[in-house]
């Protein structure tokens, strides 16, 4: 892992403890980053193969639009229960520019930056519960969920 200033292993790297992993994010191998880090907390919490595959993707997406659109943020993982389920959290936020229109960006293949429009949408199909909150000059953040199904599903 890279350390610069700022920044630490144990900042990008899993924990032992139950509190969130801290992902700095502002270039794109942290994005790599992230994505190792959510794929390995999703099998540490029993997730199969394509559940910490659909999490590692959509850790991937929104790190990826911190990257191209803010420049800088975190993603924080953690371990989530709730109503008897349990799962993974991912809080990805930003401080700024912010989103003008949600609603725009959360359609398939609406893009600011010349890409294909499928990194919110496809997150939000990946991922169990999705929510988005942003403001221009304020920052987005960007909260999922992903539970851990029964395998007899």
Known sequence: MKDGPGRSARDAGPSETRGPIRVPIREESDVAIARQCARELA???GFREAGAAA??????E?????VVHAGAGEVLLG???ERGRRGVVVVARDDEPGISNVEEAMQDGYSTS???GLGLPGARRLMDDFTLASAI???TIVTMKKWVHDPDE
């Open 43 to 45: 099998g540490r919490e």
């Open 55 to 60: 999490i590692a993707t959509a850790v991937s």
């Open 62 to 66: 929104v790190a990826r639009n911190i």
């Open 79 to 81: 371990v989530v229960k």
């Open 114 to 116: 010349g890409g294909l």
């Open 137 to 139: 000059g304020t920052g």
